[in-house]
């Protein structure tokens, strides 16, 4: 069963567990990204897959299949857009484990 936790690597390759802020962009870059119902698959320059869950980020979670595919590789690398849905997304954020804020859930939970 996939684990919940930020960045998952699902590949052979070895990474640094230890994910501290320096100020500078991961060492590899986005090259594939693909989608399953519950994760996004992000495939990098170094060889490694990271398994991201999807719930972390609900405009996507909630996007059409052909809206979530819609995506550019930005940043000359380091980041993701999908411009239909106005989202951005980068690859130290999905690395340490960043989520959305979910608006539209947090009213929900408020009532």
Known sequence: MPSEEPGKNISEAEIERRLTPTGKPPN???VLVGMNKRHMLVHTSDGQVLEVPLAWYPTLYRASEPEQLA??????GYGLEW???DFHLSLEGMLRGK?????????????
């Open 28 to 30: 590899a870059k986005i």
């Open 71 to 76: 995506y550019r590789i930005i940043g000359a």
């Open 83 to 85: 411009p239909e849905l």
């Open 99 to 111: 989520k959305e804020h979910d608006s539209v859930g947090a009213e929900t939970e408020k009532r």
